[in-house]
Structure formats: C-alpha cells, structure tokens
C-alpha cells in the first residue's frame, strides 16, 4: 500500500504539521523567544520530513529514528511538546505496511517514556504529565484504529474485486465449454444434414435416371423435388456454418435485452417488430443483431442522444433494420456534411455486403439514422 505518492504527501503533512502543532500546544517556548522558537519548530519539522521519504522502504525504522529525534529536540528544551503525534506520518505507514503491533508497542513506549520525562527532567506538574499522557494516548489509539480500519477496506475491497475476476474467468470458462460442447453439436447436425440430403437427392437422381425416356413427367418431378431438397438443406447448411463462424450467435430475442441496457444508460430505447423473424437464417439474424448493437453503442458513446427507436421488418426475402437516435450523430461528419465512416460503422456495411445487402448511415433533419437491408438467403 505503501507508494512513493505516500512517501511525499506523508513528508509535506509532516512539513507543515509539525510546526502548526508545536505552536498550537505552546511547544516552542525557549528562553530565546520569538524567531528561535519558528527556527526549532522548523528544524524538527524538516528533519521529520527528510525521514518520511524513506518510509517505503524501511517504515519501522524511520518511526524509530523519527522518535529519537522528536527525544532529542525535547532532551535540548529545544521544543516542550510533543511525543507521538509529530511521528503521525511513520506510524500510518508501519501500520499500511502491515506492522500494527510494531505501531502498538513502540507508540506506547514512547508516550511512557516522554510522560515520565516531563515529570522527571521535564520538572513538569502532574497535572500536566497525565494530560499530556492522556491526549498523546487518544491521538495514538485513534490514528491505529483509523489507519487499521481504512487497510482492512482496502483489503476486503481487493478481496471482493479478485472474487469477482476469478468468478468471471470461471464463467468464461464455462461459456466456452458450453460453446465447445454446442459447435460439437452442430458439427453432427451438419454431418446429418449433409448425408440426409446426399441420400434424398441421390434416390430421387435414380429414380429420374430410370424414369427418364420411359416416363419423363415422373424424372421431371423427381428432379423439381432433388432441388427442393437442395435448396432446403443449403439453407440449414449456411445456418449451421454460419453458427461455426461466429461461435455463440445471438438471438433476435435477445434484442430486447440489447435494448434493457442501453436503458440503464439513461436512454429511451423502443424496440417495434413487423412480420415473423422465425424464418431468417442465423447469419442474416447474427447480422441484423450486430447492426442494431453497434447502432445503440455508438449512440450512447458518441450521438449525446436521449431517444432511441429501432424499427424491424420481416418479409418472405430480406430483413430491413433501421435505428434512429435524436442525437448529433453516431460518426463523424466532415465539413461538407459528409458522414465519415467510424470502425463501426465500416464494419456494419462490411458485414451486410458479405451477406448481399446494403447500409447507409448519415443525419437527418432530426437525429442520426441507420438503415440496413439484407437478403433472406435461399440459393
């Protein structure tokens, strides 16, 4: 916890500490007076400072050499106050350090020693000895309590903060697993389709080859039908690749979610859906999800918006997507109200022009717009 940040605050606190203290408690009353006095109250506070850089290395024993030179001001009556508290600085580092019962006893040693200083050499009353000794006690009970309460939140904090890391890389762990165990999965899928389709085809092929000078109408109709199967299973194909590609591919379903938090971001997003997204292969739906996602992002990132609304619309041959925000726009525009494209946005037109389709972002009179739309494959 120690840093050199702390070793130069710990040595301007002590700076300026120090000699504000001394003159609070009348500490500085020499028989000289006046100047000399400021001038002893600087010397300890400058060597006291001078100490405290060396804090993040070797704490304990700056505390130790910062006591003996608070003793040896008081020893010359050079200064008539102070014990534990000019040494504040060292004591919060040996106990950040982890040393609190080093802090404890060499604390309580010290208040002893100068009480019984004051009362001996000191020719203090005892009144004043057993104030002092009282004050110097509740100012070392309250600085360990602190700092040891401060260390422990820091510590239960980096706790907590390292549970939740090695609880999320536990779920990545998973995540991927189930990832692992679902393309498993699909790669069967795959193998099914491909020689389901393979079988079909090749029995209605013999069955046109054999009706083909005999009965013409029937090899026709046996060849539309090895199409019809064709096409079906490039489509399933294309999915299930498509899956392979991506790994994970969200659902259209997950949208709403997509929209719930960009929500708890403070912006009004409103999700409206026309015709029926049960038929769109999963690279057009991985697509139309992305689009919409980084649609969202760059609107919470870059469009100062405070409305959102994302329109979808099903139809038999492609999916239209259109995001429109009230803001001041998700890219950047040039000078002559040219839209500069963002990453985001060049990999959005990327992806729709992959799948055969097309998108257009830009301003309008009210906001910013993206509009993408993308073929329902059927080859």
């Given at each position: 916890m120690l840093t050199k940040n702390f070793t130069y605050v710990a040595a301007a606190l002590t700076l300026v500490g120090v000699p504000a203290g001394i003159a609070v408690t009348g500490g500085d009353v020499t028989p000289g007076g006046g100047v000399e006095d400021a001038i002893f109250a600087g010397t300890l506070a400058c060597w006291l400072a001078l100490f405290a850089l060396g804090l993040q290395r070797w704490p304990r024993g700056i505390l130790i050499l910062s006591l003996c030179g608070v003793f040896a001001m008081r020893g010359a009556l050079l200064v008539h106050s102070g014990a534990v508290w000019p040494v504040t600085a060292a004591l919060v580092a040996v106990v950040l350090a982890g040393h609190l019962r080093f802090a404890a006893v060499t604390g309580s040693v010290a208040v002893v020693w100068f009480a019984l200083w004051d009362a001996t050499a000191g020719q203090r009353s005892a009144d004043?000895?057993?104030?002092?000794?009282?004050?110097?006690?509740l100012w070392l009970a309250a600085v360990l309590a602190g700092v040891t309460a401060y260390r422990n939140s820091v510590r239960w904090r980096h706790e907590v903060a390292h549970r939740i890391a090695q609880d999320e890389s536990q779920r990545e762990i998973d995540a991927r697993r189930r990832r692992a165990e679902e393309r498993v999965e699909i790669a069967r899928d795959l193998h099914d389709v491909v020689s389901h389709t393979l079988a079909v085809v090749g029995v209605h092929l013999n069955v046109a080859l054999d009706a083909f000078d005999a009965e013409p109408e029937e090899a026709r109709a046996s060849m539309k039908l090895a199409q019809e199967v064709r096409n079906r299973a490039m489509g399933d194909l294309k999915s299930l690749v498509g899956v392979l590609r991506e790994g994970e591919?969200?659902?259209?379903?997950s949208l709403e979610g997509?929209?719930?938090?960009?929500?708890a971001a403070g912006l009004r997003v409103s999700v409206t859906e026309f015709g029926d997204p049960a038929d769109v292969p999963a690279p057009v739906a991985t697509a139309v999800?992305?689009?919409?996602?980084?649609?969202?992002?760059?609107t919470v990132r870059h469009a100062g918006a405070?409305?959102?609304?994302?329109?979808?619309?099903?139809?038999?041959?492609?999916v239209v997507v259109d995001v429109h925000d009230d803001g001041s726009g998700g890219a950047g525009s040039g000078g002559d109200g040219s839209i500069v494209d963002g990453h985001g946005i060049a990999g959005m037109r990327e992806r729709v022009a992959a799948l055969g389709g097309a998108l257009t972002a830009g301003p309008g009179k009210t906001g910013f717009t993206v509009r993408a739309s993308i073929p329902i494959l059927a080859d």
């Open positions: 004043w000895v057993l104030g002092s000794l009282g004050g110097e006690a591919v969200p659902a259209l379903e997509l929209a719930d938090q960009v929500r999800y992305r689009v919409v996602q980084e649609s969202l992002t760059n405070t409305r959102v609304v994302v329109t979808l619309r099903y139809s038999p041959t492609r």
